[in-house]
């Protein structure tokens, strides 16, 4: 059984960004202390897949329509990457740093089991991410299919999912007030995000980028923003990008990305900043649409948890290594040829697709 609740405004909705490993893998020690803040509004619901909105949401996908034309993986990345914050380092550690991986059930594995039911916070807006399947009441996507990963691993086959929609700024609370379990949706590791949730190994890289229409003047992150409205998703590292340093942009929030394509399509916002990742889709979806400038940004995003739930983090970091093991026949890789590469990987030029290596750390995510 399958019940979707939708978020608010419709439009298109986004895949993938650039993958690729880092290189080898070591331990890290993360520093200790850790704040714990917010609070979300809750949802009861059941069901083996439901999928539900939390309180002021944003708008749900219309992105069940065809792929439409494939973006070429070059309107993804233009040219080098000239990052304006490069990969980041926490108090000395890699950014995407987290435990070894550990199938040692704890408190928060044990109440998952006793509950037979996996609550995952998930994004409807981005197409090919995560998204309803056109004609039906199926959730899949490149997000979708590792959700699908970590529940068999907890629970066994054909394990009961609840899937809960939730705006890009709702993620942190959704987790600290324990309305999920996890958060999948494309979340960037940052460091200040650190302080609020903890984070699985890296799975997936992208950055930031400026997306405009085709006929827009606006030629990247610097003086041709003046005046020029600018949206991006409130919560997002985009959204804090922009007003660091906003080159005289107005600038517009929204619940998500996906929301600002459509402020874009209505003539209400002139540009919008997303990462490449999600921009992907929007191309896809949209071909008046295009990327210009530079990739602002190095980022990976990683499954986001509760910082006490140390076990659930090892756990799914232990999921994680199955996951990326095996080449061209592993389920990430798998993943990505499935939703992703016809429109980030061009096999004439392009090295093959391979996900993030992992990075490790010492200790413990808590004091």
Do not use: K
């Amino acid at each position: 059984m399958s019940t979707v609740g939708t978020p608010g405004a419709a439009g298109a909705g986004a895949p993938g960004g650039g993958p690729g490993g880092r290189g080898g893998r070591r331990r890290v020690r993360l520093p200790r202390g850790r704040g714990l803040l917010l609070a979300a509004a809750a949802l009861v619901l059941a069901g083996t897949t439901l999928v539900a909105a939390l309180p002021g949401g944003g708008a749900a996908a219309g992105a069940g329509s065809a792929a439409g034309q494939a973006a070429p993986a070059g309107q993804v990345s233009s040219g080098d990457d000239l990052p304006l914050a490069g990969p980041q380092l926490c108090d000395g550690r890699p950014v995407d740093a987290s435990l070894p991986p550990a199938r040692d059930p704890g408190d928060a594995v044990a109440a998952i089991r006793a509950r037979n039911q996996l609550r995952v916070g998930i994004d409807l807006n981005s197409y090919l991410w995560g998204y309803r399947e056109p004609d039906s009441t199926r959730i899949v996507g490149f997000d979708i299919d590792l959700v699908q990963a970590i529940a068999e691993d907890l629970l066994g086959e054909n394990p009961d999912i609840v899937y809960l929609a939730i705006p890009t700024a709702q993620r942190t609370q959704a987790i600290q007030e324990g309305t999920v379990d996890m958060v999948v949706r494309s979340m960037s590791i940052t460091c200040d995000r650190w302080q609020d949730v903890a984070f699985s190994t890296a799975y997936f890289e992208t950055g930031q980028q400026l997306e405009v229409p085709r006929n827009s003047s606006i030629t990247g992150f610097d003086e041709s923003l003046d005046g020029a409205r600018v949206c991006s998703a409130a919560g997002s590292t985009a959204s804090r990008l922009l007003q660091e340093q906003s080159h005289g942009a107005q600038l517009i929030t929204q619940p998500n990305h996906l929301d600002c394509l459509v402020q874009v399509q209505l003539g209400l916002a002139d540009a919008l900043m997303t990462d490449t990742a999600l921009a992907a889709g929007h191309l896809a979806q949209d071909p008046s649409m295009r990327l210009v400038g530079q990739r602002l940004t190095d980022e990976s995003y990683g499954v986001a948890m509760n910082l006490a739930n140390t076990d659930l983090v090892a756990w799914v970091n232990a999921v994680l290594e199955d996951y990326r093991a095996g080449g061209e026949d592993s389920q990430w890789r798998q993943s990505f040829d499935r939703w992703l590469a016809p429109y980030l990987y061009d096999g004439r030029r392009d090295p093959p697709p391979t996900p993030p290596e992992p990075e490790y750390l010492e200790g413990g995510l808590v004091d």
